[in-house]
């Protein structure tokens, strides 16, 4: 599938030494690789359909310090959605208050019809963007009947159970942030892991370190704000257990799209 990295802390924090030891994770996932740096209601996205390990724009950004409060990092390994930048994430957009919100995801999504308007609307191939999509719309939605910006207990209700409704039968692991909370969430145990020092959450998919790593708690979502786990959500159940058939089965479907 993909690797997931992201960090939330109280102060800028210097990444480079984890992004190095990330992005050299791309020989097993050479499809893409993205990079989002976010500040309130910014982020600056670069991304390529390359393998991280071969990109010399790669290697020059990480030759200077990248320091940040809040940062996304992705390496993709195409199941859904061919080899090409508009399919690398993370993806980012404006929910209709003018927040910006970024997503990373590692995944599958094998059915949820509420996603399949998107297959018209979106610039890419992936299930990734359709549920990024999703949610801002489901955000611009509840944004209208509540006839005021949403305040962050509303958003986390709203997040929550769109997140509980869509693992179930889904792979769904996701790292993204409204430009001030970073959010995640796991239903595949074992391959989401956290590590919280000095004032600074990381979330990867894989320890990055030899530090004092743990999983993330399974089957939940969660809120990371300036490095400290807030909140924590509806405890869902929905494991996904891989299966060789439900992937060929996807591919089958999406292939007569």
Known sequence: MCELFGVSSRDDFYANDYLKTFYAHSDFHPHGWGLACVSR?????????VKASTSNYLRERLSQPITEKLLLAH??????????????????????????????????????PALYPYLKT????????RVFLYLLDKLNEAT???????HFEERFKLLDEIVCDMANGNKLNLLFTDG?????????????????KDGTA??????????????????QLLAF??????????????????SEEEMKLIYQIFANL
Not at 122 to 129: F, M
Not at 144 to 150: E, H, I, P, T, Y
Not at 181 to 193: D, I, Q, R
Not at 225 to 242: M, P, S, V
Request: aromatic letters at 10%; a positive charge.
């Open 75 to 112: 390496i993709r390994y195409a199941t859904i959605g061919n080899v090409e930048y508009k399919n690398c994430h993370p993806f980012t957009g404006r929910d209709s208050t003018g927040r910006r919100w970024t997503l990373i995801h590692n995944g599958t999504i094998f059915d949820y």
């Open 144 to 150: 209208r009947k509540n006839g005021a910006r949403l």
């Open 41 to 49: 209601n910014s982020a600056l996205v670069e991304k390529e359909s």
């Open 180 to 196: 001030k909370y970073l959010y995640a969430h796991t239903n595949c145990k074992g391959t989401m892991h956290y590590l919280e």
């Open 202 to 219: 990381l979330v990867s998919t894989q320890p990055l370190s030899n530090e004092n790593w743990k999983l993330v708690p399974f089957g």
């Open 122 to 129: 979106q610039k890419g191939d992936t299930d990734s963007e």
């Open 225 to 242: 704000n300036k490095g400290k786990l807030i909140k924590t959500g509806t405890e869902h159940h929905h494991e996904y257990i891989h």
